[in-house]
């Protein structure tokens, strides 16, 4: 029998600089984003809100980092018959609006990563170009 499990993580240095990225990417597009990096077990590692962001794009920034950390795809990929029944299951802290996407290295899947402040489509491109410009794997996910 186990006694333990090993479980990667994203590190807060490689999460403080998707933040970084996203945010650059999102002010270069015209928004003011808000981002989040969280880990496999959906704790919060990083977080960047923009000037100007509005204050509900913090809480869904957060849900949709947590979101792709805990199922292991974007947001934008739920399928339609979960996509309501996901967010009440789970007292709201799952979101299937796009713009979260999970952070994967080397086939290693170590957390998620959240935007909001403009369009669902908006947030999801930025999550995918962030995604890009870090290293991370983007094959099958969308922008």
């Known amino acids: 029998m186990s006694t333990h499990r090993h479980i990667a993580a ?4 490689t999460a403080a600089r998707a933040v970084s990225l996203a945010m650059e990417i999102g002010r270069e597009r015209g928004m003011a984003p808000v981002v989040a990096v969280a880990d496999p077990s959906m704790t919060l590692i990083a977080f960047g809100l923009d000037d100007g962001a509005t204050p509900h794009s913090a ?4 849900r949709k980092a947590a979101t792709a950390a805990s199922i292991r795809r974007a947001t ?3 399928p339609d018959p979960l996509s309501i029944v996901l967010p009440l299951g789970t007292g709201g802290a799952l979101t299937a609006i796009a713009g979260g996407m999970p952070i994967v290295f080397d086939d290693q899947h170590v957390g998620g990563l959240g935007v909001a402040g403009g369009s669902p489509a908006q947030d999801a491109e930025i999550a995918w170009e962030t ?10 996910m969308h922008a």
């Open 10 to 13: 994203i590190t807060y240095e």
């Open 59 to 62: 809480e869904t920034a957060r």
């Open 76 to 78: 934008s990929q739920i």
């Open 131 to 140: 995604l890009t410009r870090l290293g991370a794997r983007t094959e099958g």
